[in-house]
């Protein structure tokens, strides 16, 4: 018989989906160029010719059979050695194979990290503003998601409330950073300090504490910030990653989760992960793309365009007199709206063709969010719609 | 906190894993070419060059940010497009795109079309010999697997046991025809009783009863066999497909499934198939290899071989005066241990290096399967090996 629970859920489209259709349909109008919609998170830089060339290299020079069997439950295990080995690398960790678990995308990662490391009942933090799909990851595996309300001074985190959510009923906490929607990063000293309560309350709680660090935009930071590696500064981290922002290749399902090698059973993380893929009939990301990636480690699309979009919103809100923080990566920035009321906000602002987000979306009312991974050129050309928004439905 | 679940499901190895891990370790000692592993149920034939070409052609001609970027959560609209029209052309169906939800593998399709017809405590039930991953398949959603016992004679359908079975918890079915490990196919007859019977019961409970049909071996039939399009013969099905053995493709997880047009709520099996998909974090097979099967489709790797192959282990079974079953497809065959223990059986045959996988792994103890993707000159090497195992342990 068909699932009620399921059937129940198609009546509630998300509103970014709502405010891109209605994107669409305008395009129809007045042309796809002469709508600015800030709507949607996809990667607006092409892929890299190196990673075309990679592919186009394998199907020409290695056996059908191996480029596209079966892989490993865990993941291809050449494939998993080489992106512990990279991240070693990187970020000076000791990871091997074991610790790597091959996903589709951070979606797959997370949503399978919440499973190892919860049971039934069992409660999440994460802190908003927060991407909304984490209520999905978290709340279909029968635990219970719980948000931090938002640090709308610097995005960073509030640690008061932090602390009064926290409870013996607490088995992981759920982090995003760089930060959709917010855009901002994290500092080294946030890191330390949540690093520092969470290592005091598994003293106090005698059960462990995992950190879920859902790191897709760990690619895309400016000049300048600083980015520490969380799983460097707390043992029971599990890092969630995917290529999907920083190759551009979003539809081809391709992260990983890597478990500390500190962490309580570290090496017992990706078998377990390995038996929740089996229950839901999920084995592994595409082979030829698991081989494809791990040849172009350390590649990336020219991730550039992003600061140079974001500084031209950026000065521009600053212009017209928003409260914002400035982005520290990402392709987001998420200002303070001009009223109470979002919603009512990016309504007013689509009169003008400027498709926004409502903060309500991520758990920060009052906010909006513009994703600006779109071409500079027209970002360029929407600044002075967005002063035309502003002049003429707040300021006459 | 590592979920203890999970953790304990850790230590239970697969038999088929075991055995293949053994003569991983007998192929060192005598070399791989000496280790008749018949444990696996790998595609052996190559991928068509057609296939690679279509591949190599997209990766020169696509913009990347197409052909890598997000698909939709129920697929490419294009892709099921071309996989509705292509089915209805090769079985008379009336499918549309609304009908076709794009899934990693027949895997990830049985596992969502189970959440998508059940509840937690409700029945699902299948048929010995059976697939056991379709114990985590069922088991992890909450609904319960029931298992008809096998009709031994003709590896069809025991109705007998069936109608014993059948209640009104009963809300699926879960049939894979042609059969893994029998290769037996069931016939119009068998398809016509089992519609027949559960429109009955259907009227008769007052709610659906689902027929969830698992067809990754459909495209593989050997001459003249009578094999049914299962959909045609009950209106509530919902058949699952994969390309992994028809293209020789199982690590690129690509297959679909396709609610048939007059199943209650047809079109919205697809949407809560991608509500499903979201609590999971897994959101579509890989956007290229959707692209590129669905500019191929019809194209099979050279399937024959596995007919070949079938048709000297039957004569050479047959011969040895084994209780067998010839297969209608597959790349499998289910014959009668020699003696009641079939773990024993398969236990001693390693002795001559032939590796078999015991029936008790498939619900059917006393039988034994031997998967014959290998390469035909090894199958030939075989035999007398098979012999020499027969004579000296049970004929002497």
Redesign the interface.
């Known amino acids: ?7 129940d ?2 009546g509630a489209k998300s509103v970014i989906r709502q405010m891109s259709e209605w994107a669409a349909e305008r395009a129809k109008e007045i042309g796809r160029a002469n709508v600015f919609d800030f709507s949607l998170g ?3 830089v ?2 890299p010719q190196a990673f ?1 060339d990679k ?2 290299e394998l ?2 020079t290695r056996d ?2 191996e ?5 490993q439950s865990q993941g291809i295990p050449s494939v998993r050695a080489k992106f512990a080995e990279f991240l070693n690398q990187a970020f000076g960790m000791t990871y091997t194979a074991e610790h790597i678990f091959m ?3 951070a ?6 990290a919440v ?5 039934p009942g ?1 409660e999440v933090i994460t802190f908003a503003p927060y991407f909304p ?1 984490y209520n ?2 978290v ?2 595996t029968g635990a219970v998601l719980k948000v931090v309300p938002a640090d709308t001074k610097q995005f960073q985190i509030n640690f008061e409330a932090l602390e009064k959510m926290l409870n013996p009923k607490t ?1 992981a906490l759920l982090v995003n950073t760089p930060n959709n929607p917010s855009g901002t990063v994290y500092s080294t000293e946030t890191i330390e300090r949540l690093a520092q309560l969470l290592e005091e309350k598994q003293r106090v709680y005698g ?4 950190l879920i660090s859902d790191e897709p935009y760990r690619d895309i930071i400016f000049d300048g910030v600083d980015a520490p590696y969380i799983s460097k500064y707390y043992d029971n981290s599990l890092s969630c990653y995917s290529f999907a922002k920083s190759l ?6 391709l992260g990983y989760i890597a478990a500390n090698p500190k962490c ?2 570290s090496t ?2 990706s ?3 390995a ?2 893929s ?12 698991q081989i494809a990636v791990s040849e172009v480690l350390g590649l990336t699309s020219d991730l550039s365009v992003y600061e140079t979009n974001m500084k031209i919103i950026y000065e521009e809100l600053v212009n017209l007199e928003f409260e914002v923080v400035k982005p520290g990566g990402t392709f987001y920035i998420f200002p303070k709206a001009l009223e109470e009321d979002s919603v009512a906000f990016c309504k007013k602002a689509m009169n003008y063709d400027l498709v926004l987000v409502p903060g309500d979306t991520f758990g920060c009312p009052g906010y909006f969010r513009m994703a600006y991974c779109i071409e500079t050129e027209k970002v360029q050309r929407a600044m002075p719609a967005l002063r035309r928004f502003v002049e003429q439905e707040y300021k006459h």
């Open positions: 018989m068909v699932s009620q629970n399921y059937k859920m198609l996809n990667p607006s092409s892929v075309t592919m186009t199907l020409k059908t059979m480029l596209h069997g079966y892989s996903t589709t995308g979606a797959g990662a997370v949503a399978h499973r190892a490391v919860t049971q069992d799909e999905h990851y709340n279909q088995m059960h462990d504490i995992f551009s290749i979003p539809g081809e399902r309580t059973d017992l993380i078998p377990m992960c038996q929740i089996r229950g839901i009939g999920h084995n592994c990301p595409p082979s030829i793309i």
